[in-house]
């Protein structure tokens, strides 16, 4: 009975292995096999290099209207803030001179 089963296990392992094997030697047959691409259509090397170039295209694309935008905003509020400060100078010097006027008198 022990040697039934020893032998049945042995069996099974062959089986498994060799249908493995099977497998791979199928699949690297497949791989190995010349693909002939069509005339119009690129290779996969240049398909993948189409995609890099055009993912690094949008990429530089969208950091530069972020940086417009940002550059803009930023433009936009040293103005608001200019605009701000001035003004408060001018109030300053209207408050100062009417202060002055009043000392005087």
């Known amino acids: 009975m022990a040697k ?3 032998a049945e296990s042995v069996i099974c392992c062959r089986f498994i292995t ?3 094997l099977r ?3 199928v699949a690297l047959a497949l791989a190995a096999s010349p693909a002939y691409p069509s005339e119009d259509k690129p290779n996969r090397v240049e ?3 189409n995609r890099a170039a055009k993912g690094t295209e949008n ?3 969208r950091s530069g209207k972020f940086v417009e935008k940002t550059a803009k905003r930023s433009g936009k509020f040293v103005e608001k803030t ?3 400060a001035g003004k408060f100078v001018e109030r300053t010097a209207t408050k ?3 202060a002055v006027k009043r000392a005087i008198e």
Do not use: N
Request: hydrophobic fraction near 40%; charged fraction near 35%; proline fraction near 0%.
């Open 47 to 49: 398909r993948t290099a």
């Open 23 to 25: 497998v791979l030697v």
């Open 59 to 61: 990429t530089v694309k």
């Open 4 to 6: 039934d089963r020893v």
């Open 18 to 20: 060799t249908s493995a």
């Open 96 to 98: 100062t001179e009417r």
């Open 82 to 84: 200019a605009t701000r």
